[in-house]
């Protein structure tokens, strides 16, 4: 401080000198700075104090300090008070020292000093006992007795009257003044002058004025304009705290149990704050409840209702329930006690009902959230205060034409909230007090529907573009808030209201206008967080669902119509949770799908938007499996809301793009399951119906126009899908989902099976495919028949786009293209007629060519960019195109269907006409349906026919540049199926029916190098690798392909006259292939009647070993699949009986074997069989089927024991082969001319192509069956040709060997036979085994040299036959023959072969094991590449017999002469085999017992095979069952050579000539027989086998 540093030690010291003067100075500079006042002020207090503290500690004499200080004295006024002050100081401290000495000099100071300060001020500021030492008072305890009598009459003792009665005068003169008539001129200032007189003359209490003043404003509240200012200049004169202590207190008076605080005193205090004349927290403290309680309050709330919603869900017993209700009634009594007063409500209800929201708003801040308008007065005086806030605006915008509306007059405070005008004043006030409202706002209907005016007016001017950027983030802003005011706000209020209908459509009229993410947010919100958030909808959520629940206990067909009224009612409010609930039930019991849907017709609007949130949420729910237990089905609850879905979004007008988007989100994943919905929706909403089930009437309907369509070809009466469809078509259009869904569904087909189907089943993989796959299809229907041409040709890219960009596999992406080339060349072809008014057919025809060719011409460039240039080789683009962009509807009429429907129609009107009860205007009415209904078939039909001619004009134009052959007719048969019906004929239904029909009409364009007869070979012949790879839905479609091909084929088979007339001079018959594009018309090129059918057979044969070949392998999709398949060509196929019989069989067998296991096949299997035994009647037996040559004498006995045996056995091998060569002179004349040309021909295919007939094993199915002729035939070489055998892709000649296994003649098969049996014999490991095989070697040798001189000619004889027979023939009648033998082997002595029930052989195996070193090192498991090998069979097999006999061609009379000799020869051998027989017999008995050893390892290997791990079994010629497998053949193969080594070498080719006489033909079957036998005691142990002795035996 100044001062400290002022009076420094030096100073004192030289007090006289210095010290005194240098004081003096600093107290005069220090009293002269007045410009701060204050700090001069302490300064000089500072030094005083010095200056006195150096007297009392003894360092300043007190008369020296006294003259000073009379000095300073005199330079301020207030000195004498600094001066008490600093003693006062002083006095306090050195009474508190405990040196006296210290104390004296200070009361020496101050005595001094006396004459500077006054007694009276020292008197105030003194201690008593000082002054009684300082002399100035006598006895200190007087002086305080006196003080005391002071003080108590000063403010103790009254001076002004407080009671009325006291001064009764005085306020009944205040209170008439108060109480005058305030309208005139009177002002409050005078009355306060007036009131002031009265106070000084009648001495009132201001206080108790104060209070009066209030009383009487309460009571005359019209006055605030007089009594606000009054009371404001009243309080001039008190204190601030006294107007809030006052009405506390009177607040105070009422909180006693039973006051109740009247609502004058709220209004009151409310004014007295919107006017601050009194502070909020001030008051706040005097009202009760307490902040605690009312917290308490709100927790109790919140758990009562938690326990009224336990007990609504609780099961409670009759018993128990008497009880409760008792126990609920006593605690409701209870609550009906009045509940005290809460002040704090009340005076927030003034404070709103005179528009101060400050100060309400920070009350309702105090409590807990919506605590205080959860009390009904408090939320209706918020209600109406935001009605007055938004009154203009909500006149200017919010109020629909032609209402009036009553106008609501804003208040007279001008401190209320100011009203809006904009949309932007809303969020100043309004949101935020209807965030304070929350879901109270239901107390006030109508302004719930004001501000969701409001709400739709601002969603217009929002939407509507032209503002500002600046406006535009604002109303950004703005948007934001409306959506939380309808999520905080709009829906709780909802959910409170009674059923008010008209809110939520009112609502609707806002919400349609957000997109469906906003409004699924909200109903989000609203269903899974709002309920949680107050007491109050805890409860009505409980309520809901408990009513729900008594409803849908209830519900039934019979009462739909009063079920739906009471859910249309507790629907109104509170949607989200009574459909949550109605979904629940939905998944648990599908039978309430039809009543639910016809209950849902009294919702409204937004009731049904609300729904379709909850039947996404419900399909999303992530705690759902999607699939049964057993993984191989999807679950129940999936398909139960698909098909609501699919009800619900057809009958009522629900939004469907959020559940349209939700299935593209969904494939987007990879997820395909919940293409279920999309499926039930358009098929419910569209009418296009997918199912596998369509009967033949109904797909042929499906060919025709659209009305035909819709009238024959669903099964469902499809009605009033007009509208619905329409719907659809929007929402797709509207949200750019059409083409996106299409590709999706396209990519997920193969996405089902690489990405989603790693870990799952495979029979849902393939129903999931299926159900992708079929639903694309429906989708892509719906597309093509409800969009516009210009919607259409707008969304779908061209086909190269489609395919390269987009990765859609072809056949989907033709798909979606076909309809827009359909489109385009019917508005092409309009505009050229309207152009050229020329109305000749040939004109019209014309200008429907050229607008083809406009439209397909940049098809035609886009699909070269599909394929590898090399395919262009063989087909043209041209082609390919015109394949693909085909339908049935441009190929086929179907007049059946039209005349069906006619029928129908007028069947219909007749009994409209009998009908006696319809009344007459009904009648007309329907009479004009069905006549209009018929006028538009036969117009339909009409016009169809009209353009099935132009196409087919087109089509004729075309047709030369279709298949190039570049390469050879195979080829191109091979890409033709490959690329075009292989891929269509599985794509739907309708599709496979165009297939067959498509190639059908190939055939009859007489299409250049189109081979008929190949193609149809290819089909028929294997059809195992295409069945197994196909889904359920494919197999039935294959099926129906098949289906359609054989019917083809079966008409060509029923009648010479159709064939002739069909097939006789078209280039398909024709047997010689050329490459080059020359059709030659050479009659002996074509392929004949007689043997057309041999070839019939041949398929049927063909079929029957594939069939039994999958179901024998016990896979099930081979199983499921080809039963599919079978079921689908039942009317067509087995046609021969012994065919028949044997799939008979092996399908029973099935029956018997899945029963427990697979109870699906099972189903099927049974199925099958019912249907095939009634188709019995209708079998004939093989001689009526095809033409067959007598059999040879001995041949006939068999008839008998073979019953229907297995089809095809491998004695039938080598009987087909010997029977064609026995065939009559004619029918060898036929065939040796045939083969001439044919070999040459195929000779050139096969050095075409080298390598497709061994790609996939149909030829190396039969190159095995060769490899073992070529041992007999080539004795000591057999290893070496081995080797080469086995290499993959041999020379063009072990390939046609290799085709030609299955046709050469029987002298051959004889060979084999006993290489077969060889083979078995060669393996024993017992002694009796190794005799046997000593003796039949005997046998063999002896039999072989008695007919050496005769084998000579028989040798050239047969060999010269061979080359001239063409392959194909021989392959066919062959094939016939085995067939013929497992019909019941009629003429053959094979009989105990036949028992297998598993029939494939030896020679079967031996096949696949060729065939499975082909495909190890050649692998092209393509499905094409099966194919190709189907096809190139044919070729090939002819190929094969001019390769490898190379004599030169016969003329007829040699070949007639080569016969006798061979029937000469058959003679002789016949006796031999008889003796041989026995001893076979022998031996077979000695096998019996080793031969079961071996099965173990055999049936392993077998299933193996069977499962398709090589894929082999393809061709095997079904013989019996256990064939021996590679390794085995192998070992067999070696003993064999090693132990008739030299026999072989010298007797083989003799046996070879002896067998191809019909005697060898029996000798073979022995053998053959052998070593079925053995097989099959392999395969069904020993009982069996002694049967088989016992019968072969009576019939030799």
Known sequence: MAATAALPAEWIKNWEKAGKSEFLQLCRTLSENKSHDNMGFRDIQQAL????????????????????????????????????????????????????????????????????????????????????????????????????????????????????????????????????????????????????????????????????????????????????????????????????????????????????????LYRVAAVLLQHNLIDLEDLYVHLLPGDNAIIEEHKREIVEAKQIVRKLTMVVLSSEKTEEKEKEKEKEEEKTEKPPDNQKLGLLEALLKIGDWQHAQSIMDQMPPFYATSHKPIAIALCQLVHVTIEPLYRRVGVPKGA????????????????????????????????????????????????????????????????????????????????????????????????????????????????????????????????????????????????????????????????????????????????????????????????????????????????AYCIIEALANPEKERMKHDDTTISSWLQSLASFCGAVFRKYPIELAGLLQYVANQLKAGKSFDLLILKEVVQKMAGIEITEEMTMEQLEAMTGGEQLKAEGGYFGQIRNTKKSSQRLKDALLDHDLALPLCLLMAQQRNGVIFQEGGEKHLKLVGKLYDQCHDTLVQFGGFLASNLSTEDYIKRVPSIDVLCNEFHTPHDAAFFLSRPMYAHHISSKYDELKKAEKGNKQQHKVHKYITSCELVMAPVHDAVISLHLPKVWDDISPQFYATFWSLTMYDLAVPHSSYDREVNKLKVQMKAIDDNQEMPPNKKKKEKERCTALQDKLLEEEKKQLEHVQRVLQRLKLEKDNWLLAKSTKNETITKFLQLCIFPRCIFSAIDAVYCAHFVELVHQQKTPNFSTLLCYDRVFSDIIYTVASCTENEASRYGRFLCCMLETVTRWHSDRVIYEKECGNYPGFLTILRATGFDGGNKADQLDYENFRHVVHKWHYKLTKASVHCLETGE????????????????????????????????????????????????????????????????????????KDPPARNAVAATVQNGPGGAGMPTSLSINTAKLEESTAEE???????????????????????????????SASNSKIIKEKDDKEKGGKEKDKEKKEKTPAATPETKALGKDGKDKPKEERANKDDKAREIKEKTPKSDKEKEKAKKEEKTSKEEKMKTVVTNVDSKSAAEKEREKEPSRERDVAKDMKSKENAKGGEKMPVAGSLKSPVPRSETSESEREQKRRKVDTHSSPSHSSTVKDNLSELKDSSAKHYINHTTPTLSKSKEREVDKKDLDKSRERSREREKKDEKDRKDRKRDHSNSDREVPQDSTKRRKEENGTTGSSK??????????????????????????????????????????????????????????????????????????????????
């Open 49 to 264: 104090y010095e200056l006195a503290y150096h007297v009392v500690r003894g360092n300043l004499k007190h008369d020296q300090a006294s003259n000073v200080l009379g000095d300073v004295i005199e330079f301020r006024e207030d000195m004498p008070s600094i001066l008490a002050d600093v003693f006062c100081i002083l006095d306090i401290e050195t009474s508190c020292l405990e040196e006296k000495s210290k104390r004296d000099h200070f009361t020496q100071l101050v005595l001094a000093c006396l004459y500077l300060v006054s007694d009276t001020v020292l008197k105030e500021r003194l201690d008593p006992e000082t002054l009684e030492s300082l002399g100035l008072i006598k006895q200190s305890q007087q002086f305080n007795q006196k003080s005391v009598k002071i003080k108590t009459k000063l403010f103790y003792k009254q001076q002004k009257f407080n009671l009325l009665r006291e001064e009764n005068e005085g306020y009944a003169k205040l209170i008439a003044e108060l109480g005058q008539d305030l309208s005139g001129n009177i002002t409050s200032d005078l009355i306060l002058e007036n009131i002031k007189s009265l106070i000084g003359c009648f001495n009132l209490d201001p206080n108790r004025v104060l209070d009066i003043i209030l009383e009487v404003y309460e009571c005359r509240p019209e006055y605030d304009d007089f009594f606000v200012p009054l009371i404001e200049s009243y309080m001039y004169m008190c204190e601030p705290q006294t107007l809030c202590h006052i009405l506390g207190f009177k607040f105070k008076f009422y909180q006693d149990p039973s006051g109740e605080t009247p609502s004058s």
């Open 1116 to 1187: 099930y999709t081979h199983i499921r699949n080809i039963l599919i398949v079978l079921t689908k060509i039942l009317p067509w196929y087995p046609k021969v009986l012994n065919l028949g019989q044997a799939l008979e069989r092996r399908v029973h067998k099935i029956c018997q074997e899945e029963k427990e296991k697979r109870p699906d096949l099972y189903a099927l299997a049974m199925g099958y069989s019912g249907q095939l035994k009634s188709r019995k009647p209708y079998m004939v037996p093989e001689n009526e089927f095809h033409h």
């Open 1228 to 1258: 060898t004349d036929k065939l040796k001319e045939k083969s001439q040309g044919a070999v040459k021909v195929i000779n050139k295919a096969v050095n075409a192509t080298p390598k497709v007939t061994t790609s996939n094993g149909n």
């Open 404 to 611: 009036k509306g009553s106008p609501i007059p804003s208040l007279p405070n001008k401190r209320a909230p100011k009203q809006a005008d904009s949309f932007e004043d809303l969020r100043k006030e309004v949101f935020n007090m209807l965030c304070y409202l929350g879901p109270h706002l239901s107390h006030d209907p109508i302004l719930f529907a004001k501000v969701v005016r409001l709400g739709k007016a601002f969603m217009k001017e929002f939407q509507s573009d032209g503002s500002k950027q600046e406006d535009k983030e604002k109303m950004e802003i703005l948007f934001s808030c409306l959506l939380s005011i309808t999520d905080q706000v709009l829906l709780p209020s909802l959910s409170l209201m009674d059923c008010n209908a008209c809110m939520s459509e009112e609502l609707w009229g806002m919400f349609k206008t957000f997109p469906y993410q906003y409004r699924y947010r909200l109903y989000g919100q609203w269903k899974n967080e709002t309920y949680n958030s107050h007491p109050l909808l805890v409860k009505v959520k409980a309520q809901t669902i408990d009513r729900a629940k008594y409803i849908m206990k209830r519900l039934t067909k019979e009462n739909v119509k009063p079920s739906g009224r009471q859910i249309g009612k507790l629907s109104h409010s509170n949607p989200t949770i009574l459909f949550d609930y109605i979904l629940s039930q939905i998944q648990k019991y599908d039978n309430l799908i039809t009543p639910v849907v016809d209950s849902l017709k009294y919702l409204t609007s937004l009731n049904y938007d609300v729904l």
């Open 1515 to 1596: 061709h095997s010629k079904s013989e019996s069952p256990s064939d021996s497998p590679r390794s085995n053949e192998k070992e067999k193969e070696k003993n064999k050579s090693k132990s008739s080594g030299k026999e072989k070498g010298d007797s083989i080719k003799a046996e070879k000539l002896e067998k191809s006489s019909s005697g060898s033909k029996k000798e073979s079957r022995h053998d053959k027989e052998k070593t079925e036998k053995k097989e099959k005691r392999d395969s069904t142990g020993g009982k069996e086998e002694k049967k088989h002795h016992k019968s072969s035996d009576k019939h030799r």
